[in-house]
């Protein structure tokens, strides 16, 4: 029921859009043929409503985060303040220890500020119930991890499937958006495999298929390529490069400097604070990947 | 998601872990096939019960010296308990007392002698023709013995089974004489077979006229072995059974019951008292077999709970891309649930089937009501032992199951 206009998005015109960067700002208009927005939120919700192009999707306000292990307490993010537009391409690059995979979770909404705040498409996430969490992580935050975390013995497409299951979309329609989300990533003829059945950058490309199904106003990716060899890697990066072109704001989270090179933008943490913020490439530009010059450009895109 | 959805989930979670399903639907199909087999046996031994007391009759009273029980009552010096003459009083009451016929039962110890080979039944009984359809004896082959011979004395006999294999060697004996403690008595018929009866064997038995076994074996004036009364139908034998105890009290000039020197058995008492008992039986049967059904509800619960540690990641997956705690908690309570229905079924095909198989005389009988009640209690268990395992899948924090390796 959430996203009913299945024209919209990023299937409409994939392959134009990597060669016509200058299109990309149009492409970000999320706003004006939004559907309705997602059960329990009002109509008036600043995340569905439209709004222009280059709004912050993500805002952290003085975000701090205390863990307790046992008598320790590990100050994990202290006074982290950071906005994200809307079309991004941003890299958090930071050692472990550095706070990096805490400021993921919290992006994620997977867990919440001690002290601060985290607006997610302008809704304060530190308001909300543990359901309107999960829902959250359903419709606005797709997930991609380090380890894939595909679901075992369950086929591809079915992994994918499973954000709009949970969703309550309609079996036929799900089925229809899966396999598209599949497509997409070049594996149509890979629907029916496990997981075991396909290679490392296969199974991040399904993960990857299953963070897009549900039309998140974030793709969120932690690590992505840390499991996969340099090659699959860039290809993995591309594709990326690729949905960010499409308008998709993407939030990588890793500690390799190459990845540090797709972006458009790379901030570095350190001890839980943000020591640096490097604006690479402007928010409006094509991700580097595909700018058309510099090493990157050089190399064949995937879709 | 839906019901269908859950479901298959559940089916491949099954799938996956095929051994340790199988095992915990073992333990399930094992309680539920037991209670059903146990309450079939305790419900087959009440029908062979009391359809062997039914045989007796409901309407039969007996009345017994209260020395058969064993009961010393210090009253050797004093006239025999039950007589000829105890008889004769009963007769003499009549319909009017609900009375239809009163039968004497003597029991003398006998030896059979044939061509050379004796031997000593069981029971060696005299009494009237009607003790033959009030303790529902057929024959086989021959005759029995009629009223007539009976008031003629004439010395004829009825064996069983059990005689005929001893005494003739199992040929046919019909027309042969058989001397009885000396005295020539002619075999006129054959019981129908009967099989055990009571620890002892039905088909060890020999019948004669009361009256034959009067004049040659015991003399006149015996102590009875018991006296049996039936009342003309099933309603008057509580009429007839304060008649018995009025009229013998009477003869013998005892003004208390407890001082009576015989005992009065209604049947039908005997039949609830036998029924109350194995009723009893069952339930313990039931209870027992109920024990291991919630055994196997643990291990539902045992296995739910590796589950859900073992697939914690998954569950961390899960939460992270949306599920809510309703999803979670629904996908772990079918899949309880898929399991204790697998297993009930399978315990209800075992409990059914072996309720099949019956030992000689002896037929389980499965009631309906037990397979209902089984397989509901193990879904009941399945459900219940689930809620712990899928709240616990359901609370995990998304985090901390994304981490756990």
Sequence with gaps: MSQAEPSRGQGSSNGQLAERPELAPERLARGAEQPAPVSGQSSGDPGRAPRPPGQPVVLLREVCKTYRLGEVSVRALRNVSLAVREGDLVAIMGQSGSGKTTLMNMLGALDQPDEGRYLLEGVDVRSLAESQLAEIRNHKIGFVFQGFNLIARTPALENVELPLVYAGVGRRERRRRATEALERMGLADRLEHQP????????????????????PAILLADEPTGALDSHTSESILE??????????????????????????????LRDGEIVDDERRVKLADAPPALAGNGALASRETLA | MNVGDGVRIALRAMLANRLRSSLTMLGLMIGVGSVILLVAVGNGAQDAISGKLANLGTRSISVFPRGTFGENTGTESRAPELTRDDVDALRRRGSAAGIESVIPVSMPTVTLTWQGSSYSPEAFVGTTPPYLGARDYDVAKGRTFTEREDVERRRVMIVG??????????????????????????????????????????????????????????????????????????QTTGLAEREVWATLLAEHDVDDA????????????????????????????????????????????????????????????????????????????????????????????????????????????????????????????????????????????????????
């Design chain 1, 196 to 215: 075991a059945e396909l290679s490392g950058g296969q199974q991040q490309r399904v993960a990857i298929a299953r963070a897009l199904v549900s039309d």
């Design chain 1, 239 to 268: 594709l990326f490069s690729e949905i960010n072109a499409q308008g998709r704001t993407v939030i990588v989270i890793t500690h390799e400097q190459q990845v540090a090179d797709y972006a458009k933008r790379v901030v570095q």
């Design chain 2, 161 to 234: 089974e059990t005689v005929v294999d001893e005494l003739f060697d199992g040929r046919d004996p019909i027309g042969e004489q058989v001397s009885v403690n000396n005295v020539r008595f002619e075999v006129v018929g054959v019981f129908a077979e009967r099989g055990g009866e009571f620890g002892g064997d039905g088909d060890d038995i020999v019948m004669a006229p009361f009256g034959a076994v009067e004049s040659n074996l015991t003399g006149p004036n015996v102590p009875l072995g018991q006296i049996l009364v039936q009342a003309t139908s099933e």
């Design chain 2, 258 to 405: 407890a001082d009576a020197d015989f005992l009065v058995a209604n049947l039908g008492t005997i039949v609830e008292v036998a029924n109350t008992t194995t009723r009893i039986f069952t339930l313990l049967l039931a209870g027992v077999a109920g024990i291991s059904l919630l055994v196997g509800g643990i291990g539902v619960m045992n296995i739910m709970l590796v589950t859900v540690s073992e697939r914690t990641r998954e569950i961390g997956i899960r939460k992270a891309i949306g599920a809510q705690r309703v999803h979670i908690v629904g996908q772990f309570m079918l899949e309880a649930l898929v399991l204790s229905m697998a297993g009930g079924l399978a315990g209800v095909l075992l409990g059914v089937g072996l309720g099949q198989l019956g030992v000689e005389s002896f037929q389980p009988a499965v009631s309906w009501g037990s397979v209902i009640l089984a397989f509901s209690v193990s879904v009941l268990i399945g459900l219940f032992f689930g809620i712990y395992p899928a709240n616990r899948a359901a609370a995990l924090r998304p985090i901390e199951a994304l981490r756990y390796e």
